[in-house]
């Protein structure tokens, strides 16, 4: 099982980074930049928010992204994966070696690591599996099993397999259209890989929807999971903006809307209301006509909830 208690993060720090690489990796853009100050901070599942567009651009927002891989010892260098989709991170894309990035990082509260040797599923879809093998070193170095999971549209879009086979106790791919490893999606093959791994945590990194589904299915088997969200795109990546808001529910069984760039990005999955994400529920706190209740909260038109969740007349 993980443990409730995260790894402590050190405070992030802005930089002017050098880019030091960029390449292609299938239809993905893997970048290094030499950042020594956020090398030695970071923590597998925080993420980078990176200018784009220079100074004259009217492209004002960052661009949030998941740190694939760190080497404090080697000149203290950040690799970020990204997928070039829109004129910000085709910017990004389009940048050379020597160019100087503006960077601040490293964002966000990492993935939780367990205190003891456990089995351990790491689930990616697309890009979303980039911050994985950071996790995945960290893990081996506990004594854990690690196990892959990944998935994406197609064979092009499907990141780290060749990493996965070579340092996973197993690994298994999933395409849409069948051009890599099995046809369908992660989801269709998490019940088989859990029952073969005999998965003690899961480690996922995915769309929503697939996060949703996830956390979903563990639940019958009594299975963890630890979920990196990334959408809605966490921009300024200090809680500034409130683009990230989720609702999520407390340990005192209280829904909060949260920053996904600051109280996440790792969210326990079981806390997550995936259902009700681009809304504000409710019997949230603060929500119109909210107001407190002994031993539960009070939503509006009074009904009452009580601290697991459950609404009942009031």
């Known amino acids: 099982m993980a443990g409730n208690d995260r790894e402590s993060a050190a405070a992030p720090v802005q930089v002017r980074g050098t880019v030091l690489t960029v390449r292609r990796v299938d239809a993905y853009v893997a970048m290094t930049v030499v950042a020594p100050a956020i090398a030695t901070r970071y923590r597998p599942g925080q993420f980078v928010a990176i200018a784009v567009g220079g100074p004259q651009s009217g492209m004002l927002g960052r661009r949030g992204i998941a740190v694939h891989d760190v080497r404090p010892d080697h000149g203290g260098t950040v690799e970020f994966v990204f997928l070039p989709r829109e004129p910000g991170t085709q910017w990004l894309a389009d940048c050379r070696s020597r160019d100087v990035l503006d960077v601040v990082g490293p964002l966000g509260r990492p993935y939780p690591v367990p205190r003891d040797p456990a089995s351990c599923l790491l689930l990616g879809v697309g890009p979303g599996a980039a911050p994985l093998f950071a996790l995945a070193s960290r893990l081996a170095d506990r004594g854990s099993h690690i196990d892959f999971l990944l998935g994406a549209e197609s064979a092009d879009r499907v990141f780290g397999a060749l990493t996965a086979r070579r340092t996973g106790r197993s690994a298994s791919i999933a395409t849409a259209d069948g051009s890599m490893g099995s046809r369908g999606s992660v989801v269709d093959m998490l019940p088989t890989v859990l029952q073969q791994a005999r998965t ?50 407390g340990n005192d069984g209280i829904t909060r809307m949260v920053r996904a760039c600051v109280e996440g990005p790792v969210f326990r999955g079981d806390q997550v209301r995936w259902d009700d994400i681009g809304t504000i529920p409710f019997d949230a706190l603060g929500a119109p006509g909210w107001k407190p209740l002994p031993g539960g909260t009070q939503a509006p038109g009074g009904t009452a909830t009580d601290r697991g969740g459950r609404s009942h007349a009031g």
Do not use: F, H, K, W
């Open 200 to 249: 003690d945590v899961i480690y996922a990194s995915a769309p929503n929807a697939v996060l949703r589904s996830v956390c979903a299915l563990a639940g019958r088997y009594g299975i963890p999971v630890q979920a990196l969200v990334s959408e809605p795109p966490m921009t300024c990546g200090t809680g500034l903006c409130m683009g990230c808001v989720l609702p999520a529910v």
